[in-house]
């Protein structure tokens, strides 16, 4: 909880004021991937490798983004900042501690984004949500990646949704957020690498699964190459006779 508490309070002032509401869910996930890194491992490995895969073959590699950069645990930020001229990272926050990590490893040509990814503003607007319109101004894009960010997209927008305007936002706001999303990525000028989980169940110590949902709400991917499970609350977390296990789609 100290830990906690000092992570927060050095984040609050290198994080713009409209997006410090969101410091406790990046501090809540720094918790969490802390205490479950073991079970967390191979999904983070398998995420970086199906960035590394993604790469293999890009003829340029002079600026990549990567969307929902969160804690770097599933990005490979090491070949990543060695291959490309540029690296920008984009999330709504990015905590002290990692903040912290880029400067010690020199990561000189790594630029911080703070930005809304979801679109969830346009929307609100009664406009077409474009939440990856700023990829057009960024210069020499030559590869995208999204990191375990979709699903997230959908989870916030739906709270949102849920809490605040749900009598002045379309009924499927979270379906056409993730959608917007998806199509961004494959109208982009260069490679893209879509990475998230698409589906959870609530399973108990038998393996029988007692609840099941689509985090995707009904949008479909395409171009999946590889999934795998992550144990997002493995047994003991939440509850010591449930874990949570998402279904995570790798698609380039
Ligand atoms: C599951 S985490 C991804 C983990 C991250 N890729 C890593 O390697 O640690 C989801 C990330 O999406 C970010 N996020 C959620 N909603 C967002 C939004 N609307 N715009 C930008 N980032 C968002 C969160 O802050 C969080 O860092």
């Known amino acids: 909880m100290i830990a906690e508490a000092l992570l927060y309070a050095a984040t609050v002032p290198v994080t713009l004021k409209a997006h410090r509401r969101f410091i406790r869910y990046s501090v809540n996930l ?22 590394r895969n993604a790469m293999v073959g890009l003829r340029q590699k002079r600026t990549a983004v990567v969307l929902g950069s969160g804690l770097l645990r599933d990005v490979p930020i090491k070949e990543l900042a060695e291959s490309f001229d540029t690296v920008v990272l984009v999330d709504l926050v990015h905590l002290a501690s990692t903040r912290l990590w880029l400067r010690f490893k020199r990561y000189g040509n790594v630029r911080l ?23 057009r101004s960024v210069p020499y894009l030559d590869f995208v990646v999204s990191a375990n960010l979709l699903s997230q997209i959908g989870r916030g927008a739906k709270r949102r949704y849920d809490v605040e305007q749900a009598d ?26 879509l990475i998230t989980d698409v589906s959870y169940a609530v399973i108990d110590r038998t393996g029988k699964v007692h609840e099941e949902a689509d985090l995707m709400h009904g949008v479909a991917l395409s171009s999946v190459h590889e999934n795998w499970s992550w144990p997002v609350a493995p047994l003991g977390e939440e509850s010591a006779d449930y874990q949570i296990v998402h279904k995570v789609v790798a698609a380039y």
């Open 113 to 135: 984004i703070e930005r809304d990814l979801s679109g969830y503003g346009e929307l609100a607007a009664g406009k077409q949500p474009e939440p990856l319109a700023f990829l």
């Open 168 to 193: 002045v936002m379309p009924a499927d706001t979270v379906a056409q957020l993730i959608g917007a999303h998806r199509s961004a990525l494959e109208a982009a000028p260069c490679k893209t690498c």
């Open 30 to 51: 720094w918790s969490r991937a802390g205490r479950c890194s073991g079970q967390w491992a191979e999904h983070e490995e398998r995420s970086k490798n199906a960035v």
